[in-house]
């Protein structure tokens, strides 16, 4: 089946998009619970955030593999559960 190069080019965006934001992320760690949420805070861009572990994050556990976390991190932050921590 052809795919037309520009279909092809858009196609990758997203997920070059998402995988260079994932590159972004560090220190994810397991935080505090929240209203009966585990929470997992991480770094990304040199600003601290807090994201919730709920919808189909509520199963993930942070701590076992960095890359992993960072991927965890990234769904946090894209499905909307996650926001900069003001000190």
Known sequence: MFIPPIVQALLTVPHEAAADLRCRISRVSLGPIVAGYETVTFTLDGEDYEGVLR??????VPGLNPEADQSIALRVLLDGDAHPISL
């Open 55 to 60: 919808g189909r994050n509520l199963c993930s």
